[in-house]
């Protein structure tokens, strides 16, 4: 069911910010990227307070938050244009910041005034540092367009055109840095199912990528998208320039759904199945080698719950199924934040419905969450008060944003934050995608239900 | 100065009514000789004149972002951001500080409240300002906020959205009260406009007392003075001065952070208006003492010893309590410096570097040269005639120094950092990690949540800063490993190369 809200008038507490910070946090993310950003004078701020707020203490990298070079157009280029204060200020960031692609990124004030990026651009094609271009003005969408506006346009203007494919090489797409808070965990995690299958993986921004092999990312027989909604636009731009094939994958996460993608995977590149299935038995038996340890609290502690699940596209369509299949958990409610086109509501929905029917969520989109407790009452409904025996949806949790907490209180449910924003935890490396990622969601999960123990 | 400006339906910007500035590198005493500190005045010469800017820039935040430091927290109000979906997001920021920052005033974390109205590509063609009704009308009707604060920013600036007369046109049909507050961030390079934003908003709007509200005694408004808080001090700080004030028998209104927009007429029925930091409140308290004939006190921002005596005796002096102003003084000082002993042999002689809002940072400054610092530099976001007081405290009673004048630009920060090599740092919010990423001991100059005014202030500062000199080894092991973005060619360069100062112009 679709609560379409392009109609909206409003959104409440947007989770997450535009396309101009998406741009910027992910060319920071990138290995020694350097955003240039074209932009009113708070954008770069915004972002970076934005990451302060909900960034689960992350803030910055290499070259970011308020370290990124930007125009600070002001009521004079607004009046007489920007393209003299653009052209000025790449080739004194060439000057001063030191990395290996610097992106332009245009926000909102350029493009209603007219600005000509991509011309000012092309006038430093001899100046021997790598420049490309992404218009990703906030009013276009939000921060995980922005990702997708960058990659496609590394994928266009960066990646090297004309070479040889590399058989077993792949690309991996659709994990949003910053925005998804654990990013640097997923990425690694699907990256290690992946070289389990002997695959050489391109992440663009584990710590282990370069920006030579980003530059060669168009070698690869495949672009692995993990995402119904994230990295589809730089996959097809991939596909279109440099003929490379994609597939759209939920976010595998715990043991159901990263053997599914490895079968998915390993069948697509044409891998062995005895191959595929010796790496699953292994990895499952590591899996359940630590689960089995929990077969006693999980009884005893009464350790099954209902859950409602908030979350941004990735999450609302990976976290029911884990829950479902590795916790043997009740999923009632999934409720994705997000304005998504219907192709990929339609891919979020098709990773809720490998759920077996029954025990499937109801899965809403809508940007707007004050609705929650309705959606709720649909799927459960309460019992009139004067009964003596009520059947309210508990022992429960809320897997959400740090927003959601409250709501959580109001039906006595524990609560996890796992998607933007996530104030209330910090996190480095964690990561909730593979069989290790499984393990950790665990330990959180039901780390928050006997927090006061 | 006249307040006419109320009148107006935005705020004037602060380059043109303050003549501020962003750009200046250079010695102190030079900069304070300009206005005279030294007493050798160049008469007309400005170093810091408010059209220097910059050939290279990095990222800055605009006056929306502090807006919302404050807009967000005032309870039973929707904050509805009138822009494209990004813009304000910041008050992710904001929602941790109203969390805390009502479990500290009420016991009970509090939820911000925002809306956008995610203007997308057809609302930049055809204008917002139906969209902005509509969403008036439907938060009015599903959310029934007492105000509903429409914060605007860069696109209807270009739009040309007339959000006042939307406002004006939908006010008829909403319970709510609803105000605009005007923040397009490519209008003024100086974000301290922010306060007068909404200062003057909530002047134009809030200020009438409403019919079915209870008017105050003569024995209320006499004994009742504003204390003025824009969210740079959390609750910690505030019960400082509130003890402080206490003490002349005074009733403190706390204006404008968590104030109840229902209650924020009452600001207009007070015997007495205190700042503590003219970079805040200057346009909000003239047009008080204008309209209302509120007097006020301003000048001083009571960090520090020295400074929070001079503040108190400001206070003491509007009040009638000279000789009271000066036993609390006395009692407050002893009291202090005893407790400090133990601190000062470890702070004497080091050298510090602070970068922040103008009076903040030099204020600070001045509390951290009581301690027995050295300043090694400092770096104010803006300049404006306010902070030249402050400024002659600092040459009173210091060394000759560096002086950069920066709406952040850590690029600057970095060579001066580098070359000057400090033993420690003061930022603010988001910007300590260049500093830390050089292996320089940081300390947040403002965090709401821990306490820097007044008496206790000094003492609590002192003790964290002993805290984090005691052990720096997350910034120094933490600059063997990690690099900052500039070419090592950079910091050979002047730090100020980058200065474009604009020719002097006729007054």
């Known amino acids: ?453 | 100065m006249s307040n006419d400006y109320f009148k107006q339906t935005v705020a004037p910007r602060r380059e043109s009514r303050l003549k501020a500035g962003i750009a200046y590198g250079g010695k102190v005493c030079q900069f304070a000789g300009s206005f005279g500190c030294d007493g050798k005045r160049k008469d007309g010469f400005r170093p810091c004149m408010e059209r220097n800017e910059r050939g290279f820039s990095q990222g800055s935040i605009c006056l929306l972002l502090p807006a919302l430091g404050t807009i967000g927290t005032l309870p039973d109000t929707a904050v509805l951001l009138h822009g494209a979906v990004g813009c304000g997001s910041s008050m992710h920021a904001v929602a941790c500080n109203v969390r805390s920052g009502a479990n500290a005033r009420w016991g009970k974390p509090g939820d911000a409240s925002w809306m956008s109205t995610a203007m997308n590509e057809v609302d930049v063609i055809t204008g917002g300002e139906a969209k902005l009704a509509r969403a008036i009308e439907e938060i009015d009707a599903t959310r029934h906020p007492s105000t509903i604060i429409v914060v605007s920013g860069c696109i209807p600036g270009i739009t040309g959205d007339d959000v006042e007369a939307v406002i004006a046109n939908v006010q008829e049909r909403v319970k709510a009260k609803v105000l605009p507050v005007h923040c397009e961030g490519f209008k003024t390079k100086i974000w301290a406009t922010a306060y007068d934003a909404y200062y003057h908003a909530f002047g134009r709007h809030l200020f009438e007392k409403p019919d079915d509200a209870p008017e105050l005694t003569g024995e209320e408004r006499s004994m009742s003075v504003n204390l003025l808080n824009v969210s740079s001090m959390g609750r910690i700080d505030e019960a400082e001065l509130e003890r402080l004030l206490k003490m002349f028998g005074l009733k403190v209104n706390i204006f404008p952070v968590f104030a109840k927009p229902q209650d924020i007429w009452k600001v207009t029925r007070a015997a007495l208006s205190i700042s503590t930091c003219p970079t805040h409140d200057d346009y909000l308290l003239t047009h008080l003492q204008e309209k209302y004939n509120i007097p006020y006190v301003l000048r001083h921002m009571p960090i520090g010893i020295e400074n929070t005596g001079i503040w108190l005796r400001e206070i003491g002096k509007a009040v009638g309590k000279e000789h009271e102003v000066d036993i609390i003084i006395k009692h407050e000082e002893r009291v202090l410096r005893k407790a400090l002993e133990p601190f000062l042999p470890f702070f004497k002689g080091k050298r510090i570097f602070l970068s922040a809002g103008e009076y903040r940072t030099l204020a600070t400054a001045n509390l951290l040269v009581e301690l027995g610092f050295e300043i090694a530099a400092l770096r104010p976001f803006h300049h404006d005639e306010f902070a030249e007081v402050e400024y002659s405290k600092l040459v009173a009673h210091s060394k000759d120094f560096t002086l950069n004048i920066a709406n952040c630009q850590p690029f600057e920060e970095a060579n001066l950092l580098k070359k000057l090599k400090p033993d420690l740092f003061m930022g603010h919010l988001v910007g300590n990690s260049t500093a830390s990423k050089l292996g320089i001991p940081t300390h947040t100059i403002y965090n709401i949540g821990l306490n820097y005014v007044g008496y206790k202030g000094v003492f609590e500062l002192a003790r964290r800063l002993y805290r984090h000199l005691r052990n720096p080894n997350f910034h120094r092991t933490l600059s063997v490993h990690a690099k900052l973005p500039y070419f090592d060619s950079w910091y050979a360069e002047d730090a100020f190369k980058f200065i474009k100062t604009a020719p002097e112009q006729e007054e």
């Open chain 1, 1 to 453: 069911m679709s609560e379409n809200s392009s109609s909206r008038a409003f959104i409440e507490r947007p989770r997450g910010s535009c396309a101009l910070a998406g741009a910027m946090t992910t060319i920071t993310a990138l290995p020694r990227g350097i955003p240039i950003l074209h932009a009113a004078p708070g954008c770069a701020g915004n972002a970076a307070w934005t990451q302060l707020g909900g960034g689960g203490l992350q803030v910055g990298g290499y070259c970011g938050s308020l370290s990124v070079a930007c125009s600070n157009i002001q009521e004079r280029e607004v009046v007489f244009g920007g393209d003299q204060r653009l052209r000025e200020q790449i080739e004194h960031t060439f000057k001063v910041l030191d990395g290996d692609l610097y992106v332009i990124a245009s926000g909102c004030v350029p493009a209603m005034i007219g600005d000509d990026v991509k011309a000012v651009a092309s006038e430093f094609i001899d100046s021997g540092k790598p420049l490309i271009v992404a218009s990703t003005s906030g009013f276009k969408g939000n921060t995980q367009l922005g990702y997708d506006l960058v990659l496609e346009a590394i994928a266009r203007q960066f990646v090297k055109k004309g070479i040889k494919k590399h058989k077993g090489k792949v690309n991996l797409l659709g994990i949003v840095p910053n925005w998804d808070v654990f990013w640097r965990g997923n990425i690694v995690g699907v990256k290690q199912l992946l070289q389990s299958l002997g695959l050489e993986v391109n992440a663009y921004f584990s710590h282990e990528d370069t920006m030579a092999e980003i530059a060669n990312s168009s070698a690869a027989e495949l672009n692995i998208v993990v995402s119904g909604a994230y990295g589809i636009l730089a996959a097809r731009a991939y596909e279109e320039v440099h003929g490379i094939p994609w597939l759209s994958l939920p976010l595998p996460i715990g043991s159901a759904a990263s053997a599914e993608f490895l079968k998915t995977v390993g069948h697509a590149l044409g891998i062995p199945g005895n191959k595929i299935n010796s790496q699953i038995h292994k990895a499952e038996d590591e899996y359940y080698h630590y689960v089995s340890t929990l077969s006693d609290c999980y009884s005893d502690m009464d350790l099954q719950r209902y859950a409602v699940i908030i979350g941004d596209a990735n999450y609302a369509a990976a976290l029911p199924r884990f829950l479902a299949d590795d916790l043997g958990w009740l999923p009632e409610l999934t409720v994705c934040t997000e304005d998504l086109d219907v192709a990929a509501q339609d891919r979020v929905k098709a990773a809720i419905n490998v759920i077996e029917s029954e025990l499937r969520p109801e899965l809403v989109f809508d940007s707007n969450t004050a609705r929650l407790l309705e959606y709720l009452e649909r799927r459960h409904p309460r019992y009139p008060e004067d009964n003596y025996y009520q059947d309210p949806l508990s022992p429960a949790i809320v897997i959400g944003s740090s927003l959601d907490r409250t709501f959580a209180a109001s039906i006595g449910a524990a609560h996890l934050s796992v998607s933007f924003p996530v104030a209330n935890r910090a996190v480095l490396d964690r990561g909730y995608t593979g069989y290790t990622g499984g393990l950790r969601l665990i330990e959180d999960l039901l780390g928050a239900i006997v927090l006061g123990r």
